[in-house]
C-alpha cells in the first residue's frame, strides 16, 4: 500500500525537486555518469539497443553511461525502478512496449506509465517472428494453426515474462484463431527463445534480434512476421497476415523513458542527441546486425504513442478475456 500511494504522490514531488534543480546545473549537465536500465537480461534485443544508444551516448554526452540490466516481471522490475528514480537527470531506462503500454493494463504494476514516466525518445522499432523448434510438424503458419486445432493444449509457447508483448501477442493470435496453447514465462527474450531452440517449448513471437540468428543457424524454424509488410532483414519470410488473419500487427519498441518531472532541458537536449543518433550511419548499421530500425520522435510524439497502446492493448485484454 506504500509503494502505491508513493507512486502517486511522486509526479508533484519529482516536480518539486526539479523546480528546485539551479538552471546553470542544467547547463552543466551531464556532470556525472548516466545509468541506463535495461529491464530485460543481457543477450536479448533491448539489452543489445541499450548497449548501442550507450555507447553513442557517451561519445555525444562526453560521460560515462552504465549499463544496468534490471531483469525480472517482463520489464516491470526495471521500469519500476525507473519511475521511483530521482528526476535529475541521471537515471533513465531503454523501455519497451510490454511494461510500458501492455502491463499497465493487464496486470498490476506499481506506476502509471503517464504520470510516473518521462518519455524523450523511441530509438528504435522491430516486428516480431514467429519461430518453431524444427521438431513441431509445420512448414508454414497455416499448417502450425491447423496442428494446434486438431492438438489443443499440446503445444507451449515461451515468452519473456506475463504481460509482455511477447505474451500478448501470442494471445492475440490464440484469439484471432481460436487455438489453445499453454504459456511458459522466462525472464527475457533471449531466454524464450533458447527455450524453443532446445525443444522447452515448442514456439514463440520473439524479437527479429532473437530470432535470426537462430533460423540462420537452422535450429528454429521461421513461419511468420508479425508486421504489416514484410521484412527486409527476412524477406522470404511471410506476414501473419499472409497467413489469413487480416491486420495483425505486433510491433516492438525501445524507447528512452526517465522518471516523471525530468527538466525540460535536460528532456529537450536529449531527445535532439538521440534524433542525431537515429541519423548516424554506424548507429543505422549498428541496429540492423541486430534487425532493427533506428526511430527518432519528439517527447510529445512517445507521449502520445503510449496512450494511444495504452487504450489498443486495453481492448485487445478485454477481447482475450471474453473469448
Known sequence: ???????????????????????????????????????YAPGGYTDAVGRLTG??????????????????AGGIVGTEATARAAPDGYTFCMCSVGAVSIAPVADRVNY???????????????PQMVIVNPAVPAQTLAELIAFARANPDRLNYASSGVGGLMHFSVELFLARTGVHMTHVPYRGGAPATLAVVTGEAQLTFTNMTDALPQVQAGTVRALAVTALERSSFAPSVPTVIEAGLPGFSAESWNGMIGPAGLPEPIVRHLSGVLAEMARSPEVIAGMAAVGAVPVATTPEEFAARIRAELEQWRETLRQIRSR
Do not use: C, K
Request: glycine residues 4%; aromatic residues 6%; positive net charge.
Open 55 to 72: 555507447r553513442y551516448l557517451e561519445r555525444a554526452l562526453g560521460q560515462s553511461v552504465v549499463v544496468e540490466n534490471r531483469a525480472g
Open 1 to 39: 500500500m506504500r509503494h502505491r500511494t508513493f507512486a502517486r504522490l511522486w509526479p508533484a514531488l519529482a516536480a518539486l525537486l526539479a523546480a528546485t534543480i539551479p538552471a546553470a546545473a542544467q547547463d552543466r549537465w551531464p556532470e556525472r555518469p548516466l545509468r541506463l536500465i535495461v529491464p
Open 112 to 126: 502509471d506509465p503517464v504520470a510516473d514516466l518521462g518519455p524523450i525518445s523511441l530509438v528504435s522499432a522491430i
